[in-house]
Every structure is written in structure tokens, then in C-alpha cells.
């Protein structure tokens, strides 16, 4: 479970970006972030990463204050084509971080392996991440976080750099694997339909400072589809009130 209370930041003494947040994630939730460019979600990732100590507040994950990078986490970014590392194979990507669990290296093999099967990339291992598309190079992020069995996943726009088909493909994979092993995931993204499409919970940040505008309960049934939920009424309904939100016009 993730607390995060009285939240602020700001970078070097300037305007602050992030101001008194509060947010609960509970276990197995899979809680989207969604707001206007420059409200602060990035930096809010970061705090909770672990990545940046925040200027007030604190963000407590599994009855821990966070003050580094937490072991139980994993980080799926946007930018896959910078955060595989071009000479390791994809095997070889997906088990690198297991290292710090401790595992062998028969054990890093087998986990990588099998990852790499629930994202179906199975015949990719050997495989160089350049020699893979880029929608197969972000199942291979997010293998990596599977493979490490994190209690929480963080998500930062991981879509934003595919293109539309893929993009479904790997909102269904998410769900998929959520639903699958039950971990906590929070998941920021501009898009706002992607945010009711995958949310138990919306969360709506307004920006100057960054803060909590709303928060949504998702009331659509847990198993989703990319057509039948995006014109169930409910699902229109939300994304309206999402948008509006987002776009700071009251519904
Ligand atoms: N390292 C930094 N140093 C100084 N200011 C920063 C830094 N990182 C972000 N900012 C500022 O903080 C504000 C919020 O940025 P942040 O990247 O957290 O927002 P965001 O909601 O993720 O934006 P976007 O949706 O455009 O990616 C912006 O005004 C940005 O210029």
C-alpha cells in the first residue's frame, strides 16, 4: 500500500510544483494519474521512486518512508529505446535487475524466460533490443518489471511512443498481467481515455501547483475491452467528466 501525505515540491527554491497531496493506493489497485502537461506527474513519479526527496511530506510504500529507490518497486518509463541497454541480449535485459534480488543465475534465466513468455516474446530472448520493433521493445520494459516481481509498478506514460494499435495491445497486456499476479500498479498518461480504459481509480491533477483535482471511481466491470468498454455508457460518461476536469471546465 502507498501513502503519500502532505506532498510539495519545488526545484531549487522556485514556484512549487507539487503542493499538499494526498493519495492512498491500495494493495492490487491499479490507480491512473491523469493531467494537463506541467502539473507535476513526472515529478511526482520521482518522489515516489525515490528518485528526489521531497520539499514537504512524506510517501510511505509497505509501512516504509521512502527516502531511495525501494526495492519492492519497478519503473516502466517512456522512453524504451533509452532505458534497454543495446548490448545485452533481451534475456539478458530482462534478468539484469534480478541480480538485486539475489537470484542465481539459473533462477534469472528461468524468470527472464518466463516474463518474457507472459508478454509474448518468447522467441525474442536472444534477440537485440535494435533488432525489435519499438511496441516489442516496451514489452520487453515491461517484462523486465514482471520479471522482477515488484509489490508496486510504477508506469510514466509507458504508451506514449507507439503507435495506436500497439498501444491497445499493450493497455490489454497490462490489464492482463494485473489481473494475472495482482501488484499494485500506479500509471501516469496524458491520454484520457487510456486513463478510464485501464483505472480502477482516475486520479485528475490540476496544475500551478501540481495538486489533486479529483478523484474517480471506475465503476466498469474489471474485465475490459477495447471495444465493448469504450462504448459502454458509463465508459463515455467518465471520459467526459475526465476531460473536462482535465481541461479545468466543471461537469
Ligand atoms: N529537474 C527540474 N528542475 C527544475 N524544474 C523542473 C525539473 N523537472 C520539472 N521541472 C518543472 O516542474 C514542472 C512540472 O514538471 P513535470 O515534468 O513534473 O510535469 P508533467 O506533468 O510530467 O509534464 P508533462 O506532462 O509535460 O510531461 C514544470 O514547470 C517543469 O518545468
Redesign the pocket.
Known amino acids: 500500500m502507498l501513502e503519500i501525505s502532505g506532498l510539495g515540491h519545488s526545484?531549487?527554491g522556485?514556484a512549487p510544483?507539487l503542493k499538499g497531496m494526498d493519495l492512498k493506493v491500495a494493495e492490487g489497485e491499479l490507480v491512473t494519474i491523469v493531467?494537463?502537461?506541467?502539473?507535476?506527474?513526472?515529478?511526482?513519479l520521482?518522489c515516489i521512486a525515490g528518485l528526489i526527496a521531497p520539499s514537504e511530506g512524506k510517501v510511505v510504500l509497505n509501512g516504509t518512508a521512502i527516502d531511495g529507490v525501494p526495492d519492492e518497486l519497478a519503473v516502466v518509463f517512456q522512453d524504451y529505446s533509452r532505458s534497454l541497454l543495446p548490448w545485452l541480449t533481451v534475456r539478458d535485459n530482462v534478468a539484469l535487475p534480478l541480480r538485486r534480488r539475489g537470484a542465481n543465475r539459473s533462477e534469472r534465466r528461468e524468470q527472464a524466460a518466463e516474463a518474457l513468455k507472459s508478454v509474448g516474446l518468447a522467441d525474442a530472448a536472444s534477440k537485440y533490443p535494435w533488432e525489435l520493433s519499438g511496441g516489442m521493445q516496451q514489452r520487453v520494459s515491461i517484462a523486465r518489471a514482471l520479471a522482477y516481481r515488484p509489490s508496486f509498478l510504477l508506469m510514466d506514460?509507458p504508451f506514449g511512443s507507439v503507435d495506436a494499435q500497439t498501444r491497445e495491445d499493450l493497455e490489454d497486456l497490462v490489464l492482463q498481467v494485473h489481473r494475472a499476479q495482482g501488484m499494485t500498479i500506479l500509471l501516469?498518461t496524458?491520454d484520457i481515455d487510456e486513463s478510464v480504459y485501464l483505472g480502477d481509480r482516475v486520479v485528475v491533477?490540476a496544475?500551478n501547483p501540481?495538486r489533486i483535482r479529483e478523484q474517480l471511481q471506475v465503476t466498469l466491470p474489471a474485465t475490459r475491452d477495447q471495444i465493448g468498454t469504450r462504448a459502454d455508457p458509463e465508459f463515455v460518461r467518465l471520459r467526459a467528466e475526465v476531460g473536462g476536469l482535465v481541461r479545468g471546465v466543471a461537469h
Open positions: 526545484y531549487g522556485a510544483v493531467g494537463p502537461s506541467g502539473c507535476g506527474k513526472s515529478t511526482l520521482r506514460e501516469v496524458h491533477l496544475r501540481g
